[in-house]
Structures are given as structure tokens and as C-alpha cells.
């Protein structure tokens, strides 16, 4: 006996509870479950442990009740200190709990059409947004790229673009949409301008910016098109730009929230295409799961089918 256990109980506790399968590696399975979560006022404010407990206790009471499973959100290191100060000392009970960090699409797709509504641009970043396209693109069928430099956004939780990947997928896409009965042309949207500007610098011409381009990024036999850079608009600007006028979507920072939502709230009926995560691992593909983050309608792209 352990602490009031058997050791083959201890052995046997659910961490983490099995799920249905065979399912493929790389795909998680479908979770419908329903869940619970409330604001833990006792682990953010470091009260007792016997308050934490009453609290983490009520909280698996009532999702018992109700026929949900109990999570813990991530945030303001609270499941931290849920861990700390809770599971390190009594596991069967820790593993009663999930983890969530509320980043997933499925707490409100239902209400996707009025979330669009909602979240709708000022008419002046439309404008702008507009402005951005020169008068010779604007019936041009528009494939959408969006970076991120690491350099700028200095979050360590989702890994910036590859520009190997980035430009080979975007050519990968002209090709495929060729045959639309109009001419292709690429928007680059980002944090970062001269980076997007080395990675397309001949779809752009030559710039006063760079001494030296970085020649082995551009494939040898790259489709013809133009590139037209946002030139680091505002990120308010580049939702005007995604919704307004993108007929295609590529996310090649596939865990970068900003850019999850540009995908989201682009222009209706447009395709959607993203890295494969498993292709460029971060802290936050760690600690996600795939079917959650990633609507079903969205395209997967691997580097090694391009």
C-alpha cells in the first residue's frame, strides 16, 4: 500500500486516458467529448493547498455530474501550478484533469458567420488594404502567403517560416490553380517585408534594400507570376486584406495564431492550405492536437509532395 493505494492501481491510473483507435500516426483521433473549465480563483491567487483542492475537487464534482471532462487552462501558469502543487504529489488524482488553452476552433464554428460579422475591419483598413493592389491585379485570381520572421515576433511557442518551404509551396499552388481562367498572382502578408522580399525577390525585381539575394530559395523551374508585398501593414490591415480579397490561403507558420485567424476570416469559399506541423515541431505543436486546431476543410501540405 501507497499513501492509502495499491501499487497496481498506481500502475494502472489513467495517464492519459486511452482513446479509441487504430488510428494513423500523424492524425489524432476525433474527440467529441464535452468539457468543463472555471477560473480556479485559488491557484491564481497562491492561496492554500487545502483551498486548491476544494476547489479542484468541485470542479471534477460537477463535471461528474454533468457528464463532462474537467480541464485546466494553461494560461498565467495555472496548470503549472496545478502540477506543482497538486499532480507531483497525487498523480491519480491529476490525471482526473486535461489541459486546454482554449485555441481551438471547435469552441465557436457554429457561430463562424456572425464571429465574421463581428470581427469585420474598419472601412479605412479596407481601404488601405485596397490601395495595396495595383489597378492591373485587382481581376487577378489572388493566392495569399502569410509569414512570420522570427526575428520580429519573438514568441518562442510557434517556430517562424521557412522560406524553402514558403516559396516552394507557393509555387506549388500557381501551378495547381492555373487553369482558373485568370492570371495568378501572390500576396505576401507578414511581419516582415524584406524577409518576404529575399525569399520572392525575382517575382519582385530587384531591390536597393539587398546587396545579396539568397539564390538558392528560388526553384529553377518556377512558374511565372508577381508577387505584391503588403509592405508590413497593420495586423488589423491584414485581416481587411485576407477577407476582402483572397482566393487562396497558405499558412506556412502552421502554429502562428495571428496567422490561423487570417485563415479563418478570409474571403468566403476560398481554399485553405498549411504546413504539416509534424514537418516544423515547436512548443506549440507539442501541446496541441491537430483535429482541434486545424478545421477538417483545410488542406495539408507536406515539403516532400511539393
Known amino acids: 500500500m501507497l499513501n492509502g493505494f495499491k501499487i497496481q492501481d498506481l500502475k494502472n491510473a489513467p495517464f492519459p486516458p486511452e482513446l479509441p483507435g487504430p488510428f494513423p500516426m500523424d492524425f489524432p483521433p476525433p ?3 464535452k468539457t468543463l473549465q472555471i477560473q480556479l480563483f485559488t491557484v491564481k491567487n497562491g492561496r492554500s493547498l487545502g483551498q486548491i483542492l476544494f476547489e479542484l475537487t468541485s470542479l471534477f464534482g ?7 471532462v474537467p480541464k485546466i487552462q494553461r494560461v498565467s501558469g495555472v496548470w503549472d501550478t496545478v502540477v506543482r502543487e497538486v499532480s507531483q504529489y497525487f498523480p491519480v488524482f491529476g490525471a482526473k484533469f486535461e489541459i486546454s488553452d482554449l485555441e481551438s476552433f471547435k469552441y465557436f464554428n457554429d457561430y463562424q458567420s456572425e ?30 502567403v502569410h509569414t512570420k520572421n522570427s ?4 514568441s518562442i511557442l510557434s517556430k517562424p517560416s521557412d522560406p524553402v518551404f514558403t516559396r516552394a509551396a507557393t509555387d506549388f499552388l500557381v501551378r495547381k490553380y492555373n487553369d482558373t481562367g485568370k492570371r495568378v498572382t501572390v500576396a505576401v502578408l507578414g511581419n516582415d517585408p524584406l524577409w518576404a522580399q529575399d525569399v520572392f525577390h525575382d517575382k519582385i525585381g530587384k531591390s536597393n534594400y539587398f546587396n545579396k539575394f539568397n539564390e538558392s530559395i528560388s526553384p529553377e523551374n518556377s512558374p ?3 508577387v505584391l ?3 508590413g501593414l497593420s495586423e488589423i490591415d491584414d485581416v481587411a486584406f485576407s477577407r476582402n480579397f483572397c482566393d487562396i490561403f497558405l499558412l506556412t507558420a502552421p502554429t502562428s495564431s495571428f496567422g490561423w485567424w487570417l485563415a479563418y476570416l478570409t474571403k468566403e469559399n476560398s481554399e485553405v492550405y498549411y504546413r504539416d506541423p509534424n514537418e516544423a515541431p515547436d512548443q506549440f505543436f507539442a501541446e496541441m492536437r491537430q483535429t482541434d486546431f486545424y478545421p477538417n476543410s483545410w488542406n495539408k501540405l507536406k515539403i516532400s509532395f511539393l
Open 151 to 154: 526575428k520580429i515576433d519573438a
Open 31 to 33: 474527440d467529441t467529448r
Open 115 to 144: 464571429i465574421r460579422l463581428a470581427l469585420t475591419p474598419p472601412p479605412e483598413s479596407a481601404i488601405r488594404a485596397e490601395l495595396l493592389i495595383p489597378e492591373e491585379f485587382k481581376n487577378d485570381f489572388l493566392i495569399c
Open 224 to 226: 511565372d507570376y508577381t
Open 62 to 68: 460537477i463535471a461528474q455530474q454533468l457528464g463532462r
Open 229 to 231: 508585398l503588403t509592405l
